[in-house]
C-alpha cells in the first residue's frame, strides 16, 4: 500500500507564508510525477504546482511568482512554499503522487492525501 501524507497548513494573514509538505511512503519503486491541487469551496479542484522526477515543474498562472514547489527524490516527499499569500489562496490543499509499485508499467498508481487546510485571512 502506498500513503501520501500532507502537513503544514493552517492560519495565516494576508501577505504571509506558508510551507506545506507532502510525503509518499510504502511499497513505491519510484515516483514520477508529484503535485499540489487545492479545492476552495464550491469551486473545482484545481492544479496548482506539480514537478516530476527530472526537476520540471509547473505552475498555474495564479500563483507563478509567488508559490516554489519542489521535491527530495531520495524522501519521495515534495514540498510548497507559498509566499505573499493571498484570501483567495484559501483552500483546502491535496497532494498528489503518480507512482510505480514495481519496473512495469501497470504498476502505474495515482495517490491522493487527504489534504491540509489553508486559510488566508486577518
Known amino acids: 500500500q502506498v500513503q501520501v501524507v500532507e502537513s503544514g497548513g493552517g492560519l495565516v494573514q494576508p501577505g504571509g507564508s506558508l510551507r506545506l509538505s507532502c510525503a509518499a511512503s510504502?511499497?513505491?519503486?519510484?515516483?514520477?510525477?508529484m503535485g499540489w491541487y487545492r479545492q476552495a469551496p464550491g469551486k473545482q479542484r484545481e492544479l496548482v504546482a506539480s514537478i516530476n522526477s527530472g526537476g520540471s515543474t509547473n505552475y498555474a498562472d495564479s500563483v507563478k511568482g509567488r508559490f516554489t514547489i519542489s521535491r527530495d527524490g531520495a524522501k519521495n516527499t515534495v514540498y510548497l512554499q507559498m509566499n505573499s499569500l493571498k484570501p483567495e489562496d484559501t483552500a483546502v490543499y491535496y497532494c498528489n503522487a503518480d507512482v510505480l509499485l514495481d519496473k512495469y508499467f501497470s504498476s502505474r498508481r495515482e495517490v491522493w492525501g487527504q489534504g491540509t487546510q489553508v486559510t488566508v485571512s486577518s
Open positions: 510504502g511499497n513505491i519503486f519510484s515516483t514520477n510525477v
